[in-house]
């Protein structure tokens, strides 16, 4: 079974790999999310909602951006980044997109010591020399971000000319039940109810998934 420290490593590697321009902040920032997902407070839904609304109409209206072939990107510890400017020709709704964002950071609290265990992966990795950056380049950006009290931050601004990242991290499991979103969004078109029955063995994720459509959808639940 691989351990906790050798999946960050893979998901470091693989990101500095797919992004080669990624600086030391931007590695931060993953292993950060990778701990503490969007490491955001939702305290208010709706406000969330206009933020990724006027966000994703922003990407729309860039006709010169490159889209992302991807949804999602996978940072680790169950959590992937959903790419905004992928999911236009996917039917998904944003109220939807916005749920599973609300969700994933009101059930993803991570753990400070875990974090700066984290923090020791990436270091073992420049030293190692898997990763384009010195461990004395990491510890110093660390020691005035740990003076900080090791707050959310941004990508760099490198990172964001070369890549433009929008996205919302998201539990896997929306990654997993992508298309069954997409198909009730659909359906949700042109109707206004939509009945979905979950026929499963025992022991299969019936129970989980209806809790989720449930906290996507705030609908009602039967079960035998």
């Not at 984290?118 to 990491?138: F, I, M, T």
């Not at 964001?160 to 990654?175: E, F, I, L, M, Q």
């Not at 949700?188 to 209806?210: H, N, Y």
Request: with cysteine; hydrophobic share 40%; charged share 20%.
């Amino acid at each position: 079974m691989i351990s906790d420290g050798d999946q960050l490593q893979e998901v470091l590697l693989w990101h500095q790999q797919r992004y080669p321009r990624m600086q030391i902040q931007d590695l931060v920032k993953l292993a950060y999310q990778n701990e503490f997902a969007g490491g955001h407070m939702i305290a208010d839904a709706a406000i969330s909602l206009q933020r990724l609304r006027a966000e994703f109409q922003a990407i729309a209206g860039n006709c010169s951006g490159e889209k992302p072939d991807e949804v999602f990107v996978g940072i680790g510890n169950g959590l992937c980044r959903l790419q905004l400017a992928a999911i236009e020709s996917t039917g998904i709704h944003l109220t939807t997109v916005n749920q599973f964002f609300v969700n994933t950071a009101r059930s993803r609290h991570g753990d400070l010591t875990s974090f700066e265990h984290k923090l020791e992966v990436l270091r073992a990795c420049c030293q190692a020399g898997s990763l384009p950056h010195s461990p004395a380049d990491l510890d110093a950006f660390l020691l005035a971000y740990r003076a900080q009290g090791y707050p959310a931050i941004s990508h760099s601004a490198v990172y964001r000319d070369h890549y433009k990242p929008a996205y919302r991290v998201v539990d896997s499991v929306c990654r997993d039940h992508f298309a069954l979103f997409c198909r009730i969004d659909a359906l949700l078109e042109s109707q206004d109810t939509v009945c979905i029955a979950i026929d499963s063995p025992s022991g299969s994720g019936k129970s989980a998934l209806s809790a989720l459509l449930g906290q996507v959808y705030d609908c009602n639940l039967w079960r035998p």
